[in-house]
């Protein structure tokens, strides 16, 4: 096996200790509400924030896939760079991504094929500070058996670029697309719940629109929005709260919501 990305924020954003960290994780996917009959995603938008502050709202979606658990072999997970600056998207050379539950391999293949668009560079750096991708790691290996990740780190992609990528590794039930993005920054808490809730209506209805300040990972989603759309799903918000709903102060809140994308039926 080749080199292994190490993880940047574990003992930080979540636990560093395996069964600490597994625990955790399991105690969020055990409180998220049970939904009869729910349609199973194919896509999901959830956020990045140290586990805190937003692993409630994350693991709402995340016990979605629990029915998949044995039937996704691929997860193609695209979050915002905050560290390095990207002009479209950002790929790894590494094998694996280093977590507290053990590695996570890399679709290689799934990397090569992404490496020919024209807006995808390979950028280990990219990768090695990113906590919008690490985050989500814990939680996938949590509801899933095994897996191949398809990591990206997304700058200033254009929504058909985006939406492009998502449409080269689409493929059927053995892939699931994961957005990682936070939502509104630094707002008071009204005003944050407000700028949510209307960015929360512009994904249900899969309008490709959204700017930084609505959402971090506006690009990725834009793109997903966009396939989404081409592939005829729809699009259900499963939570929206922010900070101050879990565990920081109301008077500067960050956003977050949780998103599956289904099969539409009507």
């Not at 939680?139 to 929504?159: C, E």
């Not at 407000?194 to 959402?215: F, H, K, N, S, Y």
Request: aromatic share 8%.
């Amino acid at each position: 096996m080749g080199a292994t990305r190490p993880a940047a924020v574990a003992g930080s954003f979540y636990p560093g200790d395996p069964a600490a960290l597994a625990a955790e994780v399991a105690s969020y996917l055990a409180a998220a509400p049970a939904v009869a009959r729910a349609a199973l995603p194919k896509a999901i938008i959830a956020p990045h924030a140290g586990y805190i502050y937003s692993g409630p709202i994350a693991a709402s979606v995340y016990a979605r896939l629990a029915p998949l658990r044995a039937v996704v072999r691929r997860v193609v997970l695209a979050g915002p760079a905050h560290r390095v600056y990207v002009a479209g998207a950002a790929i790894p050379s590494v094998h694996a991504f280093a977590s507290p539950l053990g590695p996570v391999a890399l679709d290689r293949a799934a990397l090569e094929t992404l490496a020919k668009l024209p807006f995808v560079e390979v950028s280990d750096r990219a990768h090695a500070e990113e906590h919008s991708l690490e985050v989500h790691l814990p939680f996938l290996q949590s509801v899933f058996d095994d897996f191949k990740l398809v990591p990206v780190v997304v700058g200033d992609a254009a929504p058909a670029e985006m939406a492009a990528l998502f449409d080269a590794l689409w493929g059927g039930e053995e892939t699931l697309v994961v957005v990682s993005s936070d939502l509104s920054h630094y707002m008071p808490y009204r005003s944050a719940q407000d700028r949510d809730a209307r960015t929360a209506q512009a994904i249900v209805d899969l309008e490709a629109r959204l700017a930084p300040d609505e959402a971090c990972g506006a690009a990725p989603i834009n793109g997903l929005l966009r396939a989404a759309r081409r592939h005829g799903l729809s699009a259900e918000l499963v939570d929206l709260r922010n900070s101050g709903d879990t565990a920081g102060d109301r008077n500067r809140v960050v956003g977050y919501g949780a998103f599956a994308f289904v099969e539409s039926h009507g």
